[in-house]
């Protein structure tokens, strides 16, 4: 990157991420209409829980993507 943020890779992190975050959503509300009515949150919660554990090094890969994206920025912010 030369001096400014590189708006296609920000971009393509960004995607990386809303897509894991939405898989998450998903295994997350599959989960709530398991089972009894009583604990949805508790429910949605596992089923988020399962569907990062499936994600496995994809999400945390997808945040360290989207912190590299914003690095210049951040460094600018916090006066490095």
């Known amino acids: ?9 920000y ?6 991420l809303v897509v894991c975050v939405a898989f998450m959503s998903m295994v ?3 989960a709530a209409f398991i089972g009894p009515n009583h604990g949805v949150e508790i429910k949605i919660l596992i089923g988020m829980t399962v ?7 994809r999400f945390p890969r997808a945040l360290q993507t989207l912190y590299d994206a914003n690095y210049e920025m951040i460094k600018r912010l916090l006066g490095k």
């Open 1 to 9: 990157m030369t001096g400014g943020i590189d708006m296609m890779e």
């Open 11 to 16: 971009l393509k992190a960004l995607l990386g």
């Open 28 to 30: 997350g509300l599959v």
């Open 51 to 57: 569907g990062a554990m499936i994600l496995g090094p």
